[in-house]
């Protein structure tokens, strides 16, 4: 499986722009690139997707490198319900990849 | 937000005993997934389905079966429970492999 390196904790101060790296070297052509988050004591949460081109939703925007061996996780205006960890997760489509490896995330922490 | 529910959401129960938890979704989705969140461990996938009646194993799946008898139930079962099966579990639905997961709430089971 390709895997995804984050930084274990980022701090961010609310109401302020927050850029939350991934680094996925080893991606394939094929991988699409999932973020979700967790708030405390919550499910994991989906937050944005992509593949190549940047994608932008309610919640947040994607940018991805135009290598794609990185991206980065946009939270325009950070407030304090966006504390959570953050998963950056690779995933094919069809056959066996329906599991979604979970790495241990980058901790959020937003400042009032 | 997509309709899945957990139940129980929080269970207490000795060495030994059985336990059913159920997943309930009303979204139709075809895959449907039951992860385990353990500190230091991330969400490791026990068990996943891919239509009624049909389910496989993943990654941390003895001790545990799965059943699935309707397109919206998917049953998660400890045969007999021990306490290295104390964690919080979570159910997951998805459209296709490798498409996006949504989550459930939840359930908290610690036994004793």
């Known amino acids: 499986d390709a895997k995804t390196t984050q930084p274990n904790s980022m701090e961010s101060n609310e109401e302020e722009p927050v850029h939350l790296p991934c680094n996925h070297s080893?991606?394939?052509?094929?991988?699409?690139i999932h973020w979700y988050r967790q708030l405390p004591s919550q499910g994991p949460e989906y937050v944005i997707h992509?593949?190549?081109s940047n994608v932008n939703n309610r919640m947040a925007s994607l940018a991805i490198a135009e290598d794609r061996k990185s991206s980065t996780l946009i939270l325009h205006r950070a407030t304090l319900r966006d504390a959570a960890v953050y998963y950056c997760?690779?995933?094919?489509?069809?056959?066996?990849?329906?599991?979604?490896?979970f790495g241990k995330g980058t901790l959020l922490t937003v400042n009032p | 937000d997509a309709g899945i529910t957990q139940s129980p959401r929080h269970k207490v129960t000795e060495t030994g005993t059985p336990v059913t938890l159920r997943c309930h979704q009303t979204?139709?989705?075809?895959?449907m997934y039951w992860y385990r969140q353990d500190p230091g461990h991330g969400l490791r996938l026990i068990h996943y389905?891919?239509?009624?009646?049909?389910?496989d194993k993943g990654e941390v799946s003895d001790g545990y079966s799965v059943s699935r008898s309707k397109t919206e139930d998917f049953l998660l079962t400890l045969e007999s429970a021990t306490s290295s099966q104390t964690s919080v579990y979570f159910c997951?639905?998805?459209?296709?492999?490798?498409?996006?997961?949504?989550f459930g709430p939840g359930t908290r089971l610690l036994v004793l």
């Open positions: 997951a639905i998805s459209v296709s492999p490798g498409e996006t997961q949504y």
């Open positions: 080893t991606i394939s052509g094929t991988d699409y």
């Open positions: 992509g593949l190549t």
């Open positions: 997760i690779l995933t094919g489509r069809g056959g066996s990849n329906y599991k979604l490896t």
């Open positions: 979204e139709n989705h075809r895959y």
């Open positions: 389905s891919y239509g009624v009646k049909d389910t």
